[in-house]
Antibody, heavy 119, light 106 residues
Framework: EVQLVESGGGLVQPGGSLRLSCAASGFTFSDYGMNWVRQAPGKGLEWVSAIAGSAGRTYYADSVKGRFTISRDNSKNTLYLQMNSLRAEDTAVYYC????????????WGQGTLVTVSS | EIVLTQSPATLSLSPGDGATLSCRASQSVSSYLAWYQQKPGQAPRLLIYDASNRATGIPVRFSGGGSGTDFTLTISSLEPEDFAVYYC????????FGQGTKVEIK
């Protein structure tokens, strides 16, 4: 059974940093691209970042480019999102999601972790 | 950036009704369009990929169509569990989501 479990969310002050983790199981982690998608309270889905299975290529939404860094440790079956220079508008539930194929739609999602940026 | 515009924002229908949701792209995305369903407090669930292919376990009452810039998600006869928010997503050029269509009980 595929499982994605996010952790690391919490309350952080504007300008602060946070690192999210997503522990994966039930599939060959290194074979699949992984993504982060966020959802602000009461709002729609926003794609944040993606990383290829081999960890070679990374992609970012303009809204987080230069502030967020996606990475993965295939030996630990874990995806990360390092978030720096956080702003109030980064407040959201952050989901990790597994691609169903090369740059394909997401067939599995985690339950999400809430990040709140506030003083 | 490719912008996806969904319409209508809200659809008020009764169980048993049919529903047609629209997603329009600001430029062609070929057939690289997916649809997701999200219920309150839950993660989204993949319904349709590559415009018209049902994901594993998705009931046949859900169908997708279109190509290029205009796409539809059709629910042939609404079941009580279908009342939710639906999002389209393109993967032709990076990834973007539409703003969502809420299907609510009339």
């Amino acid at each position: 059974e595929v499982q994605l479990v996010e952790s690391g969310g919490g309350l952080v002050q504007p300008g602060g940093s946070l690192r999210l983790s997503c522990a994966a199981s039930g599939f060959t982690f290194s074979d699949y691209g992984m993504n982060w998608v966020r959802q602000a309270p009461g709002k729609g889905l926003e794609w944040v970042s993606a990383i290829a299975g081999s960890a070679g290529r990374t992609y970012y939404a303009d809204s987080v480019k230069g502030r967020f860094t996606i990475s993965r440790d295939n030996s630990k079956n874990t995806l990360y999102l390092q978030m720096n220079s956080l702003r109030a508008e980064d407040t959201a539930v952050y989901y990790c999601a597994k691609e169903s194929g090369f740059m394909a739609p997401y067939d599995y999602w985690g339950q999400g972790t809430l990040v709140t940026v506030s003083s | 950036e490719i912008v996806l515009t969904q319409s209508p924002a809200t659809l008020s229908l009764s169980p048993g009704d049919g529903a047609t949701l629209s997603c329009r792209a600001s430029q062609s995305v070929s057939s690289y369009l997916a649809w997701y369903q999200q219920k309150p407090g839950q993660a989204p669930r993949l319904l349709i990929y590559d415009a018209s292919n049902r994901a594993t376990g998705i009931p046949v009452r859900f169908s997708g169509g279109g190509s290029g810039t205009d796409f539809t998600l059709t629910i042939s006869s609404l079941e009580p569990e279908d009342f939710a928010v639906y999002y389209c997503q393109q993967r032709s050029n990076s990834w973007t989501f539409g703003q969502g269509t809420k299907v609510e009980i009339k």
